[in-house]
Nanobody, 122 residues
Framework: QVQLVESGGGLVQPGGSLRLSCAAS????????MGWYRQAPGKQRELVAR???????DYADSMKGRFTISRDNAKNTVYLQMNSLKPEDTAVYYC????????????????WGQGTQVTVSP
């Protein structure tokens, strides 16, 4: 079984910062892309940022310059540093990863974490 466990969410004032972490565990052979998505109440889930195994990154336009995604391949962990947070950043943030396992043959699957709440409020 593979699990993605997020941490680092919470309540922060506008202009503040948070750092999210997501650690993958289980019988993992390899991890390709990793990313963060978010879903605000009443809205669809949207891409925040993603990163390839080699470290190439892609951001949603509204996050460019404020958020930074990074990963530690040795720890199977992806991070999201969020600065200059705004009330409209309030959402549940989900980690996503494409992970290869042996079941018993090698297969790549898409995995999601359980989500972590980020609330930006005075």
């Amino acid at each position: 079984q593979v699990q993605l466990v997020e941490s680092g969410g919470g309540l922060v004032q506008p202009g503040g910062s948070l750092r999210l972490s997501c650690a993958a565990s289980g019988m993992i052979v390899t991890i390709n892309g990793m990313g963060w998505y978010r879903q605000a109440p009443g809205k669809q889930r949207e891409l925040v940022a993603r990163i390839t195994r080699a470290g190439s990154t892609d951001y949603a336009d509204s996050m460019k310059g404020r958020f930074t995604i990074s990963r530690d391949n040795a720890k199977n962990t992806v991070y999201l540093q969020m600065n200059s947070l705004k009330p409209e950043d309030t959402a549940v943030y989900y980690c996503n990863a494409q992970i290869g396992t042996v079941q018993p043959r090698f297969v790549m699957n898409d995995y999601w974490g359980q989500g972590t709440q980020v609330t930006v409020s005075p």
